[in-house]
């Protein structure tokens, strides 16, 4: 077999056949097939696309490039979640205990921030003493007695995904649906769970920035799911703008402790609770609206804030010591009316700048900025109120103007966008 002829089928649009995709993987992987060869391949394929079978292979050869975790040691059914990506993204911390206290286990892997994207496990460690590195055993230890743990996703899973996805990034070639699809489910399904819900993110704070190319994107991964008997759920979720009241690291933490003390943040409140109930839902295999009663009771009855606590101290976090910059400046609203965007991109940037961005993997970051939006999405406010509160270690050029570009204010309150756009299974 040659990489030059795969590359002329794919050219031709022929369909190519398992084997043909395995060879071109696994020699890639390996550094038979040069970045030149590969990048040709990636290039045609953001170009034509891939058919559902190909789409198939490519996710089955790169998850037998690694490791394939088998969490039969746990005895609690595991659901996984998965974000595609958003600015201010604490969802992890909420419906993790939420889920946990349903009674069910979430053994998670999670990542870094990287350019203007958060990450769970940079939000972890916010928390002084939280253990992120855990051998196998303790990790399905904390799982068996208290339902959740979350480590960083150091294991060897789907190697191949790694250097296609840093090849992609290079030859501008992301933006592809079966790629992006097998990429993100080759690292689920050599993760280990069964069940797996998405929170698909939709808009500019997005990879998908339409509903259409969204809705492609689920029906790839549901597809790839079911050929690997996985239950998948996607949630198409608005990414207009950040979501709940925080962006930043430890900031992000002390909302997920509010959270379950009972300050929520509407919009992220109902997308925490959405994406709770698909969980119990196939975790348990129950009707939805039964999950859902099941989520809103432990956040009634504190079994959730009270997982939540119980999860940190597993993992060896003192919440207690968690700290935030000590320079804090306060901006107050420029006139009155209603708040009808908060633009998620310059709200990364700017965090970004404050030091909480990261060029490579192995860059350190600074956990205690953040930005606190006092006020959020399609609330009233008042001039010379606060609205934004700027948590900050080092000062940084027109720091005023940048924050006043955050926020628009208009006098009357248009179309108020649902953050749950859809739901596909
Ligand atoms: N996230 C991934 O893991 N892979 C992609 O290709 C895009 C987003």
Known sequence: MKIESIIEKLNNKEKLTKEEIDYTV?????????????????????????????????????????????????????????????????????????VAACNLGVAKMSGRSLGFTGGTIDKLESIPGFNINLENEDFERIVNEHGICIISATKNLAPADKKIYALRDEINAVESIPLIASSIMSKKIASGAKFIVIDLKVGEGAFMK????????????????????????????????????????????????EFFNGKREKRLEKLVIELSSHMVSIGKNIKLEDARREVINSLNNSSAKNKFYEWISAQN??????????????????KDGYITKIDPL????????????????????DLEVGIEFIHTLYEKVEENTPLINIYFNKKIENLEERVKELIKIESILKDEKDIIISVIK
């Open 26 to 98: 696994v020699n890639y992987t390996n550094g038979l097939i040069n970045d030149e060869k590969m990048g040709e391949f990636l290039k045609i394929v953001k170009e034509n696309g891939l058919s559902y079978e190909e789409t198939f292979y490519l996710t089955e050869s790169m998850i037998n490039t690694g490791e394939i975790l088998d969490l039969s040691n746990i005895e609690k059914t595991v659901v996984d979640k998965h974000s595609t990506g958003g600015v201010g993204d604490k969802v992890s911390l909420l419906v993790g205990p939420i």
């Open 210 to 257: 339409n509903i259409e190319e969204a809705s492609s994107l689920a029906e790839y991964m549901i597809k790839i799911g079911s050929y690997f008997k996985r239950k998948v759920v996607c949630v198409l979720t608005d990414m207009n703008s950040p979501l709940g009241f925080t962006v930043g690291n430890g900031i992000e933490v002390k909302e997920a402790e």
């Open 317 to 334: 976090g003192n919440l207690g010591k968690l700290s935030l910059a000590k320079n804090k400046l306060t901006f107050l609203a420029p």
């Open 346 to 365: 310059k709200t990364a940037k700017l965090l970004y700048d404050l030091g909480a961005g990261r060029l490579k993997k192995e860059d350190k970051i």
